[in-house]
């Protein structure tokens, strides 16, 4: 099984960054090369919002909409760990950000932006 550990999360004001971590280890990780490493985020009330995903072999990115042109995704192998860098915050942006690989899901990290 998978294990996933973000970190990363904070207060931050409006305009300004984050970057989350998300670890990941376990012996079915060990053997896999291929799998897609998702970042969602939830906000009380609301459904969980895919934000961007980043292939692990390929490196290939993918971004929601909403993020596009302030969200940078890249990965350490050594680390084997995702980094999520998100510029230009907005109080929209405040939500519980989990990462995500098949069925396995981190515990999250909280992102608070203040207006």
């Known amino acids: 099984q998978v294990q996933l550990v973000e970190t990363g999360g904070g207060l931050v004001q409006a305009g300004g960054s984050l970057r989350l971590s998300c670890e990941v280890s376990?012996?079915?990780?060990?053997?896999?090369?291929?799998?897609?490493l998702n970042w969602y985020r939830r906000t009380p009330g609301k459904e969980r919002e895919f934000v961007a995903s980043?292939?692990?072999?390929?490196?290939?990115?993918n971004h929601a909409s909403t993020v596009k042109g302030r969200v940078t995704l890249s990965r350490d192998k050594r680390k084997n760990t995702v980094y999520l860098q998100m510029n230009g915050l907005r109080p929209e942006d405040t939500a519980v950000y989990y990462c995500?690989?098949?069925?396995?899901w981190g515990q999250g990290t909280q992102v608070t932006v203040s207006s």
């Open positions: 995500n690989v098949g069925v396995n």
């Open positions: 376990g012996g079915t990780f060990s053997r896999l090369s291929w799998f897609e």
């Open positions: 980043i292939n692990w072999r390929s490196g290939s990115t």
